[in-house]
Structure formats: C-alpha cells, structure tokens
C-alpha cells in the first residue's frame, strides 16, 4: 500500500477544528434568539441540496459529490493568503449550530435524533473538510516561506497539498458511506 509521507500541521488542524466547534455553538446561539432567521436560513439551504433520495446509494453519491467540492474549495481557498479554509470552517460550523437549534425547535427530531444525524458520519467528515483547508493552508505557507525558487516553492506546496487532499477525500468517502447508510438508521431517520 503506498504512504503519503508528510506531515500534517497538527495545530493548524486542531485550530481549524476549533474554529468549527466555536462556529457551531454561536450559530446554535444566534438561531435561539433569532428563530424566524434560522428557520428561513434552513429552508433555503433545504432548497439548494434539494430532496434526499430514497435510495441510499444516490444519497451516497450526492454526498461525497457535495464533500469532496467542499473540500476542493477548501483547498484552493487555501492559497488566498491562508484565510480560505478558516473562513469556511466558521461558515459552515455556524450552519450546523443554526440548524442544529432549527431543527430542535421544529421538534421534527428529539434532541438525542439530532445527535445520533450527526455524530456517526460528523466525527469523520468534519476532520476530512478541516484536513482538506490544512492541505490549502500548507500549499500557501510553502510558497511564501520555503526554500528554493517560487516555481520550486508551488511544486513542493501542490504536492504536499494533494497528498493531505487525497487524504481528506478518502476519508470523505468512507464519512459519505456512514451518513447514507450507518447515521439514518442510528437516528430512527431512515
């Protein structure tokens, strides 16, 4: 089995899981007291995934396709100053604690459902898209900071960065695989 071989950042990582963990309980917070916001901000992110299939293979699908263009943006956002993938991660952490709260007060799911949605493909796909925003983070600290001549600086920072993607895009499949058919039934959803 081939190796990646390189490193990852761990307090690049570890912060931008933060980042993702303070996000997530401000947007809990603002849908609290801004229920109706919430509510219309839910509905309009309902609308652009569109309906869940029931096939769980096309949820599968339709998942992994969403994550890894996540990811791919974050990679890529990565070479904006490094600033990409934080900025990300604080978006979409404030989305899951808004909808988290949204869904809570629609009363739709107990409290324990919405855990149990979360929990079985969350604590590997939020690392992945984090891993993903490291692997941007690490191609811009290569060019701006590194040995050698730019040409040399992007060609070592892209390989880097695609190996830490590769990384996040495998462990983007396996987290697509536990949301469409593991979290559904976990949750009493499916």
């Known amino acids: 089995m081939p190796r990646l071989n390189v490193e990852v950042p761990r307090k690049t990582f570890g912060y931008l899981l933060l980042v993702f963990l303070a996000a997530s309980f401000v947007g809990y917070i603002f849908a609290a007291g801004n229920p109706g916001a919430a509510f219309d901000a839910v509905k309009k992110l309902a609308e652009q995934i ?10 599968f699908l339709k998942i992994f396709t969403n994550n890894s263009m996540v990811a791919l943006f974050m990679l890529l956002s990565g070479l904006f100053f490094g600033l990409g993938p934080w900025l990300i991660m604080a978006f979409n952490g404030f989305m899951v604690g808004l909808v988290v709260r949204a869904v809570q007060e629609s009363g739709e799911l107990s409290f324990p459902q919405i855990i149990l949605g979360l929990v079985p493909h969350g604590i590997i796909e939020i690392p992945a898209i984090a891993l993903a925003g490291v692997s941007g983070i690490v191609w811009y600290r290569e060019i701006i900071k590194g040995e050698g001549e730019t040409g040399e600086r ?37």
Do not use: I
């Open 50 to 59: 569109g309906p869940l299939s029931d096939s769980s293979f096309e949820n």
């Open 154 to 190: 992007f060609k070592r920072g892209a390989v880097k960065a695609l190996k830490l993607f590769a990384l996040s895009v495998l462990l983007l499949l396996v987290a697509a695989v536990v949301e469409a058919y593991v979290t559904p039934r976990v949750a009493g959803v499916g």
